[in-house]
C-alpha cells in the first residue's frame, strides 16, 4: 500500500510539476527525476562500489565515482544549499542499493552528524537530507538523533589518512542502538576515516552491524586536487 501511494504522488508530482535536469536543464526523467538520462549515464562507475570493510564496517557501498559532472552535483548541495539536488543524488542511491537487496539487510538509516555549531551555520545537514530521502525511497526509518557530533572537528579535505584518525577520534556519541543493523549516510567517502570512527561508536552503543552507504568514492590519488576546488573553510561550509 505504501508503495502504491508513494507511486502516485512520485506520478502526480511529476505532472503537476515536470522534471527538469539540474545539470543541463533538459527535461528530467518520469515520474519526477530532475535529472535527463543522458546526464545519469555519463556519471563514472566507481572501480570498486561495493568493499567489505574496511573494518569495524561490514561494507562499504559507493556507487560513483567522485568526478564530473557527479561531483557539482554534490557541490550544489553541500556548499550551495541546493536541497533539490539531495532528492536527485538520494533517488540514484536508492534505486543502486534496492537493486542489489541491501537495504533488507538494513533497520535505520544514521546520517553523519555536524556539530551543532556548523549545523547553525549551514542551515541544514547534507548527509541528513540524503538519509530522509533514502528512507523515503527504501521504507526505512531515519534515526538522525541517533548520534551526535561531539566537538567541531577541523576540516579533513588535505589530511592524510592518520591525520584523519586524529581529527575526529572522540568526535561522535551515540544513544543505545539495541542490536540494531545500521547504514551510516554520508555524501562522499574518500578514505573512510569518518565512516570508521562513527561505526565504532554505533558498534559500542549496541548495534548488531554497521555499513556504510555513500553516493560516490573519491580516488585516494585525487584528494589535494579536489581541495584545491572546494571552497575555502573560512566560508563556514566546511564539515
Known amino acids: 500500500m505504501r508503495d502504491w501511494v508513494d507511486r502516485h504522488l512520485d506520478w502526480l508530482g511529476g505532472l503537476l510539476l515536470p522534471p527538469r535536469c539540474v545539470l543541463c536543464g533538459s527535461s528530467g526523467q518520469a515520474p519526477c527525476l530532475d535529472l535527463c538520462a543522458g546526464c545519469a549515464a555519463s556519471f563514472a562507475a566507481a572501480d570498486e562500489p561495493v568493499l567489505a570493510g574496511p573494518d569495524p564496517l561490514r561494507r562499504t557501498c559507493a ?82 538523533s541517533l548520534a551526535i557530533r561531539r566537538r567541531a572537528t577541523p576540516p579533513q579535505v588535505g589530511l592524510h589518512l592518520d591525520e584523519r584518525r586524529r581529527n575526529l577520534a572522540g568526535a561522535f556519541g551515540a544513544g543505545p542502538v539495541a542490536d540494531l543493523r545500521v547504514a551510516i549516510v554520508d555524501d562522499v567517502t574518500t578514505t573512510g576515516a569518518t565512516l570508521r570512527e562513527l561505526a565504532c561508536v554505533l558498534l559500542q552503543a549496541g548495534a548488531c552491524t554497521v555499513d556504510a552507504w555513500c553516493i560516490a568514492r573519491t580516488d585516494r590519488g585525487r584528494i589535494h586536487s579536489s581541495a584545491r576546488r572546494e571552497p575555502s573553510p573560512s566560508a563556514g561550509w566546511m564539515r
Not at 561531483?71 to 539536488?85: F, I, M
Not at 533517488?91 to 535505520?108: F, I, K, M, N, S
Open 63 to 144: 556507487p560513483f565515482a567522485y568526478a564530473p559532472p557527479l561531483d557539482h552535483l554534490v557541490h550544489a548541495l553541500k556548499y550551495r544549499g541546493q536541497l533539490a539536488t539531495a532528492r536527485v543524488l538520494g533517488t540514484l542511491l536508492a534505486g543502486w542499493l534496492a537493486g542489489r537487496g541491501l537495504p533488507h539487510e538494513v533497520d535505520v538509516i544514521v546520517p553523519v552528524p555536524l556539530h551543532p555549531d556548523r549545523h547553525a551555520e549551514r542551515g541544514f545537514n547534507q548527509s541528513a537530507e540524503l538519509a530522509h530521502q533514502l528512507g523515503r525511497s527504501l521504507h526505512l526509518s531515519v534515526a538522525e
